[in-house]
């Protein structure tokens, strides 16, 4: 079992920055690819960005491309999304979740073994 807890959400203005944490616990971290997806009120979840089990493959929507980052730190069985120039459009309700094998990028919430709770991002004009 693996437990995600994600933090780090909050309000901010426009063209700034937030970083996301998703602390993983349980089921060795390391092992699991994680990805990062959003909610907006009235809309369907989707996809953010995705990392490998050794941090060495990413991929991004093209929406957050060259503004979001996403990475990992397994000393502290930690996953990050370094989100820059903020938009109104990012405000949304972001979750990690954690998918095996860990050497696959998935897309896809609903094939994502294990997920967080969210953490709200607010982005105001």
């Known amino acids: 079992q693996v437990q995600l807890v994600e933090s780090g959400g909050g309000l901010v203005q426009a063209g700034g920055s937030l970083r996301l944490s998703c602390a993983g616990s349980g089921h060795p971290f390391s092992s699991f690819a994680m990805g990062w997806f959003r909610q907006a009120e009235g809309k369907e979840r989707e996809f953010v960005a995705v990392i490998n089990w050794n941090g060495g493959n990413t991929d991004y929507a093209d929406f957050v491309k060259g503004r979001f980052t996403i990475s990992r730190d397994h000393a502290k069985n930690t996953v990050y999304l370094q989100m820059n120039s903020l938009k109104p459009d990012d405000t949304a309700v972001y979750y990690c979740?954690?998918?095996?094998?860990?050497?696959?990028?998935?897309?896809?919430?609903?094939?994502?073994?294990?997920r967080g709770q969210g953490t709200r991002v607010t982005v105001s004009l």
């Open positions: 979740a954690a998918s095996f094998p860990g050497n696959e990028l998935k897309y896809d919430f609903a094939e994502y073994n294990y």
